[in-house]
Structure formats: C-alpha cells, structure tokens
C-alpha cells in the first residue's frame, strides 16, 4: 500500500547524518550535494593527515555507480587519482603466482574497466566541496520523541537529523549503538596473520618490479604457505620518464595457535620477520622484501577479521554502509565496490524520500534487504577467497579466490 500524506516525510524534514568521511561516506555526501538533500558529514579524525589514509585500491563493477552519484566534473577527474599516471583506466588481468617458482598459475579474468587508485588522492577528489566536521568521535545515539535522530560527541556537541547513516569502518560506533548484542556486532576474526610494509623504489629497482606486472600481482609459496601481495601506491612523474614509486609488500599466513604463533611487537623486529618469511620466494618476489628498510616505519601488522552477520532489526532512523554494514578481507578486491554500490543505492531511496515518493522507514527497508543479501554472500565470499589463498591445493578454478570479479545484479 501506498504511504499516506502523513506517512510521508516532507522534502522539508529530511536532514541525513553521515558518520565518517570515508570514501563510503564522501560517496553518500556528494550524492546529497549533487541532488540537494540537506545532509551534514562527520568524521572522527582531526584532519585527513593525522593518520596513514590505507593503502591503494582497485575500483571495477563500482565506477558506473560511483559515476553516477556525484557529481560530473568529479567523475571526469578519477583517472587524476590513480597511483600510476601512465596507466590511467587498465582492464588488465589478476595474476596470481607460484611465490616459490614465478611461474603464473592463473590470469584471473578482467573486468570491462578497473581504475588502480591512490587512497588518499581518491579521498581529497571526493572531499571537494564537503564541509566535513573533523574530529567527531560518536559517543551515544538517542532517538528523540520527534522522530529525529541525535549523536553525541567527545567533545560535547551534539548533532540532531531524521536519519544517521553509519560509514565508520570496521569498528563502527553506530554499528554498535545500532545493534545492542555485542555478539552480533563484532567483528569475527580469522586465522590469518598479516605482515605488511609500503616501500620505496628507485627506477633501476622498479624495472625488476615492473616486470613481474605494472601494477600488482599476489601468489602463494606452495611450499611455506607464505602468501604475497604486491601493489603500487604511488607513481612519481619525473621530466625525464624515469619514474620512481612506492608500493605496497605484503605476506600473510594462517596460524594455527594464536597464542603461539603472535606477530612481532616492533617495526624492527616485523621488518627481519618478513624477510625471512619470504626468504623461500623465488629472486625477484624475495628482493621487494629484501628491499625493505631495516628502519622503516611504514608497516603494518594485523589479524584479519569480518563482518558477515547483517541480521540486525531495521531501524527507521538509523543505517550502516561500507565496513561498518560488512567488512571484508581484501582477497577479492571488493570491499571499497561494494560500499560505493552501497551510497549510490542509498542516494537512490533519499531521492525518492526527498521528493516525498516514499516515506524513510520504507527507503531503508529496501536499501537495507538487498544490501545485507548482497554483502553476506560477497563477505562469505572473501572469506573463503582469503583461507583458499593460504592452501596450495585449495587454488582451483572453483575457488572465489580466482573466480571473476562480475558485478551484481544492481549495479
């Protein structure tokens, strides 16, 4: 049945809250901006520098909907983002490698188009224009006798709007608040220990980097068992075309005891433990290790974790996109397109909620059925791609840690 008048929430009403200024939620606010829904962004660091932003990302089903979200002239300047500006859009396969042999063991197939982007240069293209709210840290929710929405912050402000969207990350305040049961709400961690360093190269070591694949590949030690993930960052012009850059080395592996088998607690000591971890790579996997600053500061240990659950009620005031509706490990490269699939659905129900077509509580029921039945099966997904990836023998045509990144049905 149809919403009455009443029902309906009035164009004028209509005020969206969005919790983090994440690609996730950027997406959502230049959705708001672009179509005139009346929304204010908050994000709990103090500026977009007062922390490492992560490392670079794979954009492929996605740009459609990122595309048509914001706005045109942001769309037109993604490609200004990317790590190699060279490379501009690239429809390349995933090579996945015998770490141990250098031999492939899958192309993995290409989508129509994918765009390798700089975190940090994406996040500033899609902050502009955006009166971001920097050093929010979410405290509390309340729902309000009005039917507004209000969150409380550290620092003793307070925001009032009909609707919060929640984009926090994988350790999601609002996610929390959302969802009272502490089980349902976090994260499940996996056996999976992470080691990993963004390192420089000059231009007579990128040419051996560049020849295993321009961009990135990952691949496994049949062996050892150690996985290895290389990526780059960061391309940096020079007049001459001798181009150095920084990328991204890392391997993990799966633990059997997490008591016993515990990652280093310095950088010092995470750096010798790579290294000799990769020691049973073949020459040019083992040298992007062996290149690795015995000081080097930029390194990064952790345990993988997700969020599959997405049980919770639905609240008609409150929702979650991104890592904090479904967090995923990396092994398919489609946590960031499934959160920007996320926010173009979204806009697409505020739209309707803003022209009064429907009223709030139903837009977030179905932005929040196909979300939820979308993201379990891609969670699950990663999941098995991310065990797979850590077993020789696991690595099959069947495994979705090789199967083809297709977009789904919606976007």
Sequence with gaps: MAPT??????????????????????????????HGIPFTIFERDIDRLSKPQGWALTLHWSLNSLRRTIDADLAKDLTTA?????????????????AETGETRYKIPPTKERLRLNRLKLLNLLSKGLDIQWGKVATSLKD?????????????SVATGSMLIGADGNHSKVRKSLIKDEKKSSLTELPIRVLAAVRH??????????????????????????????????????????????????????????????????????????????????????????????DSERITSLTL?????????????????????????????EGANHGIL??????????????GEVDQKRAIEVYEEEMKRRCKAAVLKSRQACLDGHNWNHITDGSPLIGGRWPPATA
């Design 144 to 156: 309000l006798p009005d039917g507004t929405v209000e969150v409380n912050f550290q620092d003793g």
């Design 201 to 294: 190269f000059t231009y007579e070591q990128r040419l051996e980097a560049r020849a295993l694949d321009p961009l990135m590949f990952s691949g496994l030690n049949p062996t050892t068992s150690n996985y290895v993930w290389y990526s780059v960052q960061e391309v940096f012009e020079q007049e001459d075309g001798k181009n150095p850059f920084d990328a991204l080395v890392l391997t993990s592996w799966e633990f059997k005891d997490s008591e016993k088998d515990v990652a280093p607690s310095t950088n010092k000591l995470r750096v010798a433990y790579m290294k000799e971890r990769a020691k049973d790579f073949i020459g040019p996997i083992r040298r992007l290790f062996e290149g690795i600053p015995d």
């Design 82 to 98: 990317t790590v190699d500006p060279t490379l501009k859009l690239d429809s390349g396969n995933f090579l996945f490698l015998n």
């Design 305 to 333: 974790a997700d969020y599959p659950s997405l049980d919770w009620e639905s609240n008609p005031k409150v929702t979650l996109a991104g890592d904090a509706a479904h967090a995923m490990t990396m092994y398919r490269g």
């Design 5 to 34: 008048s009443e029902e309906k929430l009035r164009k004028s009403d209509l005020h969206v809250l969005i919790a983090g200024a994440g690609i996730v939620g950027l997406t959502l606010a230049q959705g708001c901006k672009k």
């Design 342 to 355: 996320d926010a173009a659905l979204l806009i697409d129900q505020l739209i309707k909620v803003n022209s």
